[in-house]
Nanobody, 122 residues
Framework: QVQLQESGGDSVQAGGSLRRSCAAP??????MSWFRQAPGKERAWVAA???????HVAASVKGRFTISKDNTENSLYLQMNSLKPEDTAMYYC??????????????????WGQGTQVTVSS
């Protein structure tokens, strides 16, 4: 079983910044994404990056969040700026070894990190 290892959770005040990290045994997946899940809500896609470096970001975080990867360190990142209380959620990294399905659908990913909590206070 592939293990994606995320960095620890964190708390920050509204307007602050955080950087999430996800270590993987390899970054040769076709796509990797960040998802988040708030209590009582469905898991929601946040951002995706493909093996060619192309990215997609959800409208709710566009202009504030940036997804990137470092192939030399086999790490995926999510830079989160101008955080809002509504960004509070468990954040998960995910990887897909093929182009099967859609980057928007959490069911089309085979490998997941353990999830870490991000809390933004007002």
């Amino acid at each position: 079983q592939v293990q994606l290892q995320e960095s620890g959770g964190d708390s920050v005040q509204a307007g602050g910044s955080l950087r999430r990290s996800c270590a993987a045994p390899t970054l040769t997946y076709v796509r990797m994404s960040w998802f988040r899940q708030a209590p009582g809500k469905e898991r929601a896609w946040v951002a995706a990056i493909y093996s060619d470096g192309s990215t997609h970001v959800a409208a709710s975080v566009k202009g504030r969040f940036t997804i990137s990867k470092d192939n030399t360190e086999n790490s995926l990142y999510l830079q989160m700026n101008s955080l809002k209380p509504e960004d509070t959620a468990m954040y998960y990294c995910a990887a897909a070894p093929s182009r099967r399905g859609s980057y928007l659908n959490w069911r089309d990913y085979d490998y997941w990190g353990q999830g870490t909590q991000v809390t933004v206070s007002s």
